[in-house]
């Protein structure tokens, strides 16, 4: 099995929630989008915000030289060497289009 198909997931946080999503190394984070969309769609606390895709921010944490970077749509697992089981942190929409602040926590080395 090639490693761009071999299974894998990732871990993304949200607030007090994390999400376990499976995916692959050639998934996009479009795709991951769309899980966490449907996961959100079956929850129902979380059924009555508007969560599709678009309204989701996926986001690396900073690093003690990088400040925290947006993962784009189109991008892959692959592009940006997220690992399996790697944390990575979500943002949803607010009302009149800003974004939630994301805490995240102590700086990783």
Request: aromatic letters at 6%; a negative charge.
């Amino acid at each position: 099995m090639s490693a761009a198909v071999q299974p894998m997931s990732i871990r993304v946080k949200h607030t007090n929630q994390t999400y376990f999503v499976p995916c692959t190394r050639s998934s996009s984070f479009l795709e991951i989008k769309e899980q966490i969309s449907l996961a959100n769609g079956k929850n129902a606390i979380t059924a009555a915000i508007n969560l599709e895709a678009t309204n989701i921010q996926l986001l690396l944490p900073p690093t003690s030289d990088q400040p925290s970077k947006e993962l784009p749509d189109l991008g892959t697992i692959s592009d940006h060497m997220i690992e399996n089981d790697q944390l990575i942190y979500t943002a949803f929409r607010k009302e009149g289009g800003s974004w939630e602040d994301v805490d995240f926590g102590e700086k990783k080395e």
